[in-house]
Nanobody
């Protein structure tokens, strides 16, 4: 089992920055990739950014150049640095971990990010 705890959401003005954190615990040795998803009101959950255990990253086109995903292996934590925030970034952001032993996807509880115009 893997537990994920997110933190760092909040209210920010357009153009501002926030950093989200996701701390993993439990069977972390099985985690092969972690990512951030978001779900705006009335919309489907979408991938924002992901990072593999080898450090490869992937971003949604809408956040490229503004968001950066990183990981601190010593702290078992993944971060999402969000700069130049826009009102359309408003959503609940969820941390996600993919494990291959067993084959499972884990989710955090979500953290609200609200960007005011």
């Amino acid at each position: 089992q893997v537990q994920l705890v997110e933190s760092g959401g909040g209210l920010v003005q357009a153009g501002g920055s926030l950093r989200l954190s996701c701390a993993a615990s439990g069977s972390i040795f099985s985690i092969k990739a972690m990512g951030w998803y978001r779900q705006a009101s009335g919309k489907a959950r979408e991938l924002v950014a992901a990072i593999t255990s080898g450090g490869s990253t992937n971003y949604a086109d809408s956040v490229k150049g503004r968001f950066t995903i990183s990981r601190d292996n010593a702290k078992n934590t993944v971060y999402l640095q969000m700069n130049s925030l826009k009102p359309e970034d408003t959503a609940v952001y969820y941390c996600n971990a993919f494990s291959d032993s067993p084959l499972m996807v884990y989710w955090g509880q979500g953290t609200q990010v609200t960007v005011s115009s």
